[in-house]
């Protein structure tokens, strides 16, 4: 059976700390391929700030070229409405029933994992495959899972392992945003450059992405 690991977000610009997370859950958990999925409408942020789907589409394409066992899945945009995690991996496997789903996520997520709309729904249809960077908080992330699993009598868990990236999309955007208006710092200028692939950077500024946020 397939293994193919699903790592869901805003995408609000995708940076290199996403793509090292895939990759490390692709080597550690010998993933066929990953499958980065942005949303549409998001259930839990505003879209005030999110360009474009197309926008971030095409970021995505950009940061993973190269790469043959990474792919950009359009699954969630092309659905009307908020989603939902619970629905999209329930669609995934009436879609799919010979590929094996994992779900990319940050630590962060597991431990609001239990206010999510019908977690025990996603834990029958996916893996859990969740990101410790630097083994820093391994100990507290396996309590959370064990206390996932005992919540829910169910529950297939597992940590990558992967390097801290201190980088966060909102950081970038918001530092994108001041380099547009002429106000950014020189360390801020080197944030966007070292956390955002060269194509994406270009990209970005061609077309005249956050402006404003």
């Known amino acids: 059976m397939k293994k193919i690991g699903v790592m869901g977000g805003t995408f609000n610009p995708l940076h290199n700390g996403h793509v ?3 990759k490390a859950a692709y080597e550690q958990y010998m993933l ?11 259930a839990y942020k505003s879209d005030t700030g999110i360009v474009s789907a197309e926008h971030r589409l095409n970021m995505i394409n950009l940061s993973i070229s190269g790469y043959d066992y990474f792919k950009v899945s359009d ?7 908020k989603t ?3 629905e999209t991996f329930t669609l995934l496997n009436n879609k799919y029933p010979d590929i094996d789903f994992s779900f990319i996520m940050g630590a962060d997520s597991l431990f609001y994992f239990e206010k999510w709309v019908h977690p025990e729904i996603i834990l029958d ?13 391994i100990d507290e992330i396996d309590e959370r899972i064990q206390l996932l699993k005992k919540i829910y009598n169910k529950g297939d868990f597992a940590i990558i392992k992967c ?14 945003c001041k380099m547009n ?19 994406v950077y270009d990209y970005i500024f061609s077309n005249h992405l956050y402006q404003y946020i």
């Open 20 to 22: 090292e997370i895939a």
């Open 32 to 42: 066929d391929e990953v499958w980065f999925m942005p949303n549409h409408i998001p």
């Open 84 to 86: 939902y995690s619970y």
């Open 125 to 137: 249809n996916a893996a859990i495959l969740v990101a410790s960077r630097d083994n820093n908080g």
């Open 163 to 176: 390097s801290n990236t201190e980088c966060s999309s909102s950081a970038l955007r918001e530092y994108i």
């Open 181 to 199: 208006n002429g106000i950014s710092t020189n360390n801020e200028e080197l944030y966007v450059k070292k956390y955002l692939n060269k194509s």
């Open 75 to 81: 699954f969630e945009i092309t659905r009307e409405g």
